[in-house]
């Protein structure tokens, strides 16, 4: 079992950074693939960012990249989401995730392949 506690969000202007970070217990952290998705009310949980266990390989949505950043620290089991220029269409719950997984260079972008989820945190992003 893993566990994702999710931290970093809040509130920020248009254009502001804001850094999540997902801290993950429970199991050998560097044997997990993650990954960050985002859900507002009404929509369904959609994909931000992947990283593999090694960190080696990332992935990102279209409407994020060149402003979202995914990052690990295999030692503090600690995974990364740096927001720079946001949106007020990046408001919504974002969401960590977790997958077991034996490839170490292999990213994940659909929410059903991932074994384990954290609470979420908001972020809201005014204009």
């Known amino acids: 079992q893993v566990q994702l506690v999710e931290s970093g969000g809040g509130l920020v202007q248009t254009g502001g950074s804001l850094r999540l970070s997902c801290a993950a217990s429970?199991?050998?952290?560097?044997?997990?693939?993650l990954g960050w998705f985002r859900q507002d009310p009404g929509k369904e949980r959609e994909f931000v960012a992947a990283?593999?266990?090694?960190?080696?390989?990332?992935g990102q949505a279209n409407s994020v990249k060149g402003r979202f950043t995914i990052s690990r620290d295999n030692v503090k089991n600690t995974v990364y989401l740096q927001m720079n220029s946001l949106k007020p269409e990046d408001t919504a719950v974002y969401y960590c995730?977790?997958?077991?997984?034996?490839?170490?260079?292999?990213?994940?972008?659909?929410?059903?392949?991932?074994?384990?989820w954290g609470q979420g945190t908001q972020v809201t992003v005014s204009s």
């Open positions: 429970g199991r050998t952290f560097s044997n997990l693939a």
């Open positions: 995730a977790a997958k077991r997984t034996i490839s170490r260079a292999s990213y994940y972008l659909d929410r059903v392949d991932y074994d384990y």
């Open positions: 990283i593999s266990c090694s960190g080696s390989m990332t």
